[in-house]
């Protein structure tokens, strides 16, 4: 990178297409954890980008939970999404220390750039912007993740590189 933000962390690889076989593979891994709910959410939304409405009755069954129930796990936690993310996942620092730090103008002008707003997927599925409440980077402030990697420091050229991997 030739801004002066830092990146901190390997991006992680693309998502699997959702099958149901895949998906019970994944249950079947965490079932016997404590509390597996969240395990198996994380590692769904991990795995597939997000969490598909067709898993939820599979967690519900091996979990001998309600489907309501599972909905409710993924709702109240407000990182898991039931759509497809789009091929880029920008999610960008809003939590104090980031806000201290100019995140309020730079999530702006990331927004901007992405020609996309925050909580949502832009119509032709380039791209997914999310807000995010500490990265465990305020040292770096303003931070953002870009597909997975870790970025801090964040200034106008950072958010030209990060809009230009979003085009690509
Ligand atoms: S507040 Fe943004 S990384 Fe901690």
């Given at each position: 990178m030739s801004s002066g933000y830092a990146v901190i962390g390997e991006a992680r690889g693309r998502h699997e297409a959702?099958?149901?076989?895949?998906?019970?593979?994944?249950?079947?891994?965490?079932?016997?954890?404590?509390g597996a709910t969240l395990p198996i959410l994380h590692a769904m939304q991990e795995t597939f980008g997000y969490v598909p409405q067709d898993a939820v009755p599979l967690i519900?069954?091996?979990?001998?939970?309600?489907?309501a129930e599972v909905h409710g796990s993924m709702t109240f936690y407000h990182d898991f999404r039931n759509e497809p993310a789009g091929k880029h996942i920008v999610k960008v620092c809003v939590a104090e220390a980031c806000q201290a730090a100019g995140g309020n103008a730079t999530s702006e002008r990331i927004a901007k750039a992405l020609d996309c707003a925050f909580g949502e997927t832009r119509p032709d599925g380039q791209v997914t912007l999310e807000p995010i409440y500490c990265l465990?980077?305020?040292?770096?402030?303003?931070s953002a993740?870009?597909?997975?990697?870790?970025?801090?420091?964040l200034d106008d050229?950072?958010?030209?590189?990060?809009?230009?991997?979003?085009?690509?």
């Open positions: 959702w099958s149901p076989a895949r998906g019970s593979e994944i249950i079947a891994d965490h079932l016997a954890m404590e519900a069954d091996a979990l001998n939970l309600s489907r465990g980077l305020c040292s770096c402030a303003p993740m870009v597909n997975g990697r870790l970025v801090g420091r050229e950072a958010v030209d590189e990060i809009a230009a991997e979003c085009r690509s």
